[in-house]
């Protein structure tokens, strides 16, 4: 997962033929900041950021002996050799009758007959009969003790919103990434009557063995890179072929560590190739429903000026914070766009209702302000205006005249933490935009505006 640490940043470069591999594809670079105001270059795994997961590690400009190139380039075959002897397997596996079909839980796999010894300590499932295969996404375990795949399972009432929003927006196929659940509805849902069509990319290999190639690719969003032969990114590009009585859209929800920068630019170039397979000159946005935290709101859409962030809390079977009953104020998972929040309509059963002024469903907690002039609840809370800071402000915060902003009532005045620039601590600015990058340099207090706090005026 490529977890925002707080002294590391992911260099974006186009050109990304030039960079070494590891088995999960092109590496990202990285450039990681020391204290005394040094950086450094290096390239790492883009999937796993975890060294136990992947221990690739190169420094930029590190020189590469020619038998460090030859174990490198080792890895590709070998990934290529075990992809083929998996496929083997699951030939073998499909034939097998539902009774003689068992699936190990630990190992994610299932087993052949003659290989049940080896897993006998294990916890397994026998007798897998087609409507279990059908929704493999509750036979497996979630991989969620393990940063890397952050496999947060959507709950039922989420599904069915999900798809009910792409029937009504006319959507017939959907390019699901890091969704299986969606893609599982849709292909379960499919025979029986809708003509949604979808296509799963994931970094989870489980699911090579119940999907055939033209319905899954192992892909890694981090980097767009797909996995095993090419086959499987033909699949990926013929997907994208749209007619006018099939539109495309795409629904993510990646791991909440990713890179923001990283996910946009991995969607811009699906669209890219889905612009490309249109005959069409018109300049439309691929539909996208990508579904993260709200707090990452900012970050998204500074990066994407396009995207709105949607009021609907997005419900998960498997984790405790992001299920809707546990905390009062729900979910923290809502649904970024770019198509018009207007045409989304939000279940009124739950309490949604439309803004006429704002042009959108918002939360039953949101309540339009008419000096921000708009409805401005983020985080399942009632913001109310503050009059001073000129803008609204989270329920629990008041404000303080020696801060001059809205603080915690039990705040240390002076004291503003965790935003800003990581080098210099300065709040007007990030760290990609620092001055003093490079240079050494003491951190120090800084206010809103960006001017420094002067610790002796407000020590008690
Ligand atoms: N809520 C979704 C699952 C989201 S969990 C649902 O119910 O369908 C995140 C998903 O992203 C998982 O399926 C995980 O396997 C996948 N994933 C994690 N890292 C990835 C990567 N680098 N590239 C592609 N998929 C990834
Ligand atoms: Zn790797
Ligand atoms: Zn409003
Ligand atoms: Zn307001
Ligand atoms: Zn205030």
């Known amino acids: 997962m490529a977890a925002n640490i707080s002294d590391v940043d992911v260099v974006l470069e186009e050109n990304v033929v030039d960079r070494p591999f590891c088995s999960h594809g092109p590496t990202s670079l990285f450039v990681r900041y020391t204290e005394d105001g040094n950086s450094q270059q290096f390239y790492a795994c ?17 020189k590469f002996s ?21 496929k083997k397997r699951c030939h073998k596996l499909r034939k097998l009758k539902a009774k003689a079909r068992v699936f190990c839980v630990t190992c994610g796999q299932f087993i052949l007959p ?5 897993h006998s300590q294990h916890e397994t499932k026998s007798s897998i009969d087609d409507d279990t295969i059908k929704k493999p996404s509750r036979l497996f375990k979630p991989l969620d003790n393990n940063k890397t795949y952050a496999q947060y399972l959507f709950s039922e009432s989420t599904i069915q919103f999900t798809i009910d929003v792409l029937k009504k927006m ?8 890091g969704a299986p659940r969606i893609h599982e509805a849709i292909q379960s849902d499919r025979i029986k009557h809708s003509k949604l069509e979808s296509l799963l990319l994931d970094l989870d290999y489980r699911y090579q063995q119940i999907y055939p190639p033209e319905k899954f690719c192992r892909y890694n969003m981090f980097n767009h890179y797909f996995f095993n032969d090419t086959t499987s990114e033909t699949v990926f590009t013929n997907f994208l072929i749209e007619s006018d009585d099939k539109r495309i859209a795409i629904v993510t929800d990646p791991p909440f560590g990713g890179l923001v920068q990283v996910l946009a630019s991995t969607f811009k170039k699906i669209t890219e190739t889905w612009k490309k397979q249109r005959d069409s000159i018109e300049d439309k946005e691929l539909p996208v429903l990508w ?40 979910s923290p998972v809502r649904i970024f766009t770019n198509v018009s929040p207007s045409q989304i309509e939000l279940p009124s059963s739950e309490g949604y209702w439309y803004c006429s002024e704002c042009k959108r469903y918002s939360g039953p907690e949101n309540v339009h302000c008419q000096m921000c002039d708009s ?21 629990s915060k008041v404000h303080c005249d020696k801060c001059g902003i809205c603080q915690l009532k039990d705040h240390k005045c002076g004291q503003i933490k965790g935003k800003g620039c990581h080098i210099c601590g300065n709040l007007s600015h990030k760290r990609k935009d620092c001055p003093n990058k490079g240079k050494p340099i003491k951190r120090k207090n800084f206010k809103q505006d960006g001017r420094p706090v002067k610790k002796k005026k407000f020590s008690k």
Request: charged residues 40%; hydrophobic residues 30%.
């Open 66 to 86: 020619e038998s460090k190139r030859m174990a490198r380039e080792n890895i590709k075959d070998e990934a290529d050799q075990a992809y083929k002897k998996l």
């Open 46 to 62: 883009s999937a796993f950021r975890d060294r136990k997961a992947c221990n690739f590690f190169q420094r930029k400009d590190e």
């Open 170 to 177: 006319e959507i017939s196929k959907v390019l699901c990434v």
């Open 291 to 330: 579904f993260f935290p709200y707090f990452m709101e900012k970050r998204i859409v500074d990066c994407l000026p396009q995207y709105s962030m949607l009021d609907y809390k997005v419900d998960y079977d498997n984790h405790a914070l992001f299920r809707g009953d546990v905390k009062k104020h729900g």
């Open 375 to 395: 409805c401005t609840s983020k985080d399942g809370r009632t913001y109310s205006h503050c009059f001073k800071c000129e803008r609204c402000v989270k329920p």
């Open 114 to 118: 003659e290989e049940k010894d080896e």
